[in-house]
């Protein structure tokens, strides 16, 4: 009964390549985001959906792209990859109206070789 | 410089240490305040939640808010090794929450 799971947990590739991380959620939230956490541990927001709609977009290379099919999904594409891309991206959701707390996923380490 | 400063650490202390942690921000339209702790290769979790100025205080963690000097702390008391942890404050505008640096907290045994 995961709240909020990120799959794959790890995802090793060579540059140039494409590639997807999908996220669910299952507490009934209308907000997801993605974050993603350098080397030195800096959380930094990327994305956020409400309600399938693209509500946050921080300055973010358009090689990434979110996609939400429905409230419960938020999965990030990735494009031709560099080897600044290798990081931990993590996934999480709450409810807009409130408190925004906030829960997030195990997170997906993602190294760029 | 970064809307959320806050000092990376490292912080080692004894079992039974009172932790202190802060972060100081530079924008006034922050409006609500967060810790949130971080497990090594684990998501971070919510541990308090402010939106106002003065103490909350929950088990052995207390939060504190000045917003007049835009400053944050928390408190942990009678620390435990469990208690190890990078604890990263939070910050929310309009629905966008940013982060602090992270403090990475070692409480020996």
């Known amino acids: 009964d995961t709240a909020v799971s990120q799959t794959p947990k790890y995802l090793v590739t060579q540059m140039g390549n494409d590639k997807s991380i999908k996220c669910e959620q299952n507490l009934g939230h209308d907000t997801m985001y993605w974050y993603k956490q350098d080397s030195k541990k800096f959380l930094k927001i990327m994305f956020s959906?409400?309600?399938?709609?693209?509500?946050i977009n921080e300055t973010v290379p358009n090689r990434f792209s979110p996609k939400s099919p429905d409230k419960a999904h938020l999965n990030l594409h990735i494009n031709s990859l560099e080897l600044g891309d290798s990081a931990v991206y993590f996934c999480?959701?709450?409810?807009?109206?409130?408190?925004?707390?906030?829960?997030f996923g195990p997170g997906t380490r993602l190294t760029v070789l | 410089q970064k809307e959320v400063e806050q000092d990376p650490g490292p912080l080692s202390v004894p079992e039974g240490a009172i932790v202190s942690l802060n972060c100081t921000y530079s924008?006034?339209?922050?409006?609500?305040f967060m810790w949130y702790r971080q497990y090594s290769r684990k998501g971070p979790e919510l541990l308090m939640y402010t939106y106002s100025s003065g103490n909350k205080e929950d088990g052995r963690f207390t939060a504190q808010v000045d917003k007049s000097s835009k400053y944050i702390s928390l408190f942990i008391r009678d620390s435990q090794p469990s208690d190890s942890a990078t604890y990263l404050c939070a910050m929310d505008r309009d629905y966008k929450l940013s982060f602090g640096a992270g403090t990475t907290v070692t409480v020996r045994a």
């Open positions: 999480a959701s709450s409810q807009r109206e409130g408190r925004n707390e906030q829960f």
């Open positions: 924008n006034s339209a922050f409006q609500y």
């Open positions: 959906y409400n309600n399938k709609e693209l509500i």
